[in-house]
């Protein structure tokens, strides 16, 4: 077999406490980066389940400088993208741009990660989205079969077993997204890689000046 020769990865913390990784690829005029928060569904309460995923998905719905549509705008105005989701273990945010307009994704995501608003009428929305999604379930054979297998092999009192439904969702509000946004979304509890077409000297002054004025904050233990 052909031989692989991975990356050089570079590692830097910012003042706050963010870990970046850097790996630099100048093959395509492209620049990513993603943002992995290290809370996901297994940090969840069972009486707020759903809760991670509401607050990923309101990330791009809405900061204190722009609504849904003016941050839909800007990254489509580069030709780029923005998007955030969650996982079991983490929450992660990302964005990508063509090389020169790296500037967009360095406003957009600390933004998205500072400084959300979780409208109300957003979230009214993607409540629905998800009530949608538990409710289709129960139509689908196999995701019915699925939901039951992952409850039956890891039992009533684990995370994993456990399934949104539709009261758990109803039970979400704007206040929990606020909780749960303050509570672990903290640079010491957060990772940065950014890869692509990067000049590394220069992008550690450029992450300071951006993610650096994320405010340090303490660290809960995972449950």
Avoid at 64 to 70: E, S, W, Y
Avoid at 142 to 159: I, K, R, T
Wanted: proline share 5%; aromatic share 6%; with cysteine.
């Amino acid at each position: 077999p052909a031989s692989v020769t991975l990356p050089k990865i570079d590692e830097l913390t910012l003042a706050n406490g963010l870990k970046v990784y850097v790996i630099k690829s100048d093959r395509l005029p492209v620049v990513s980066m993603q943002l992995a928060i290290k809370a996901g569904r297994s940090h969840e309460p069972r009486a707020r389940l759903g809760v991670s995923e509401a607050t990923a998905t309101m990330l791009v719905k809405g900061t204190k400088k722009r609504n849904a549509l003016a941050l839909a705008k800007a990254i489509d105005f580069v030709g780029g993208t923005i998007a955030a989701d969650s996982t079991f273990e983490a929450t992660l945010v990302s964005c990508s741009a063509l090389a020169r307009n790296t500037s967009t994704c360095l406003e957009l995501l600390p933004e998205m990660i500072t400084q959300p608003t979780f409208p109300a009428d957003e979230l009214a929305k993607v409540k629905d989205s998800m009530l949608g999604r538990v409710r289709q379930r129960l139509d689908d054979a196999g995701g019915l079969a699925s939901a039951h297998v992952q409850n039956l092999l890891w039992g009533n009192d684990h995370v994993r077993g456990w399934f949104d439904s539709e009261a758990s969702i109803a039970a979400i509000d704007r206040e929990d997204l606020v909780a749960w946004h303050k509570n672990w979304f903290v640079p010491a509890n957060a990772m940065l890689v950014v890869t692509g077409d990067v000049d590394s000297a220069k992008l550690k002054g450029d992450l300071e000046r951006t993610f650096g004025k994320w405010a340090k904050g303490p660290v809960p233990p995972a449950p």
